[in-house]
């Protein structure tokens, strides 16, 4: 082995043994693919695992995430435009074509009051403006249940619809994956591999993916459940030559 090889080597053990518990990395994978995953070890507030993510809002809330669990921290009693205050966290280096999936913890499930889990596409922050595809279901599997797909106009509050399908059929349970793709302009979600819904939109060209969370508690229903919800784990990868 050449000497500076050895010198390389002694360094990376160095820093390995005084940086604490390895994060997961951004790594290119098998054939060069970009991909992330995480299982949301130890506790950050907001989330970053080593500055992989980021939000970059100030009118949105954080991500944290505690002991297996990635949750968000809106209070959930804001009014008007305010309510709208997502928790989001978002990746960075990912081609175009992109999927991601996570694994939900639904430990209370409540319909008196909205809680959803998000996978993000092709998302981008800023102080004041946030953009991309939200694909989202609600925290129940009952007749209140929805998957919706949005698209996010950059402004707090300011959204578009491309998907809301409702019924039984569209909710989340506890230990469900939810997953999101987009390829071109097609964006496609799915429960436990199942289509739920697909739209065409071709407004975003870029971005990366993420996830977030939603809580909205009328009436004081659900206050402080913000740890009730939200992701066990977490995969996102950049689909087909645009890597």
Known sequence: MRADS?????????????????????SGGEGGVVQYSTAFEGEENPLSEGGKW????????KIGKTRGLAYGTQTGTNKGIDRYDDSYAHLAGFP????????????KPDSSCHQEVEILLRWSSSAHRTTGYEC???CVNDGSSYLQIVRWEGPLGKFTY???????????KDGDILKASIVGNVITVFINGV?????KDDTYKTGNPGI????QCDGG???????????????ARGIGGNQ
């Not at 053990?13 to 997961?24: I, T």
């Not at 939000?55 to 809330?61: A, E, I, Q, R, V």
């Not at 491309?162 to 989340?172: F, H, M, P, Q």
Request: proline content about 4%; hydrophobic content about 45%.
């Open 6 to 26: 050895i010198l390389i080597t002694i360094t990376v053990l160095a820093v390995l043994l005084v940086s604490g518990p390895a994060v997961p990395l951004l």
């Open 212 to 215: 977030g969370t939603f809580l």
């Open 221 to 235: 229903r659900g206050v402080g459940s913000n740890q009730d919800f939200g992701f066990r784990n977490f995969t």
């Open 195 to 199: 289509e739920k819904a697909q739209v």
């Open 54 to 61: 980021s939000n970059n809002g100030l009118d949105w809330t």
């Open 162 to 172: 491309l998907a809301d399908k409702r019924g039984v059929n569209y909710g989340l």
């Open 96 to 107: 175009p074509d992109q999927e991601a999936w996570g694994q939900v913890r639904i430990a």
């Open 136 to 138: 989202f279901a609600r």
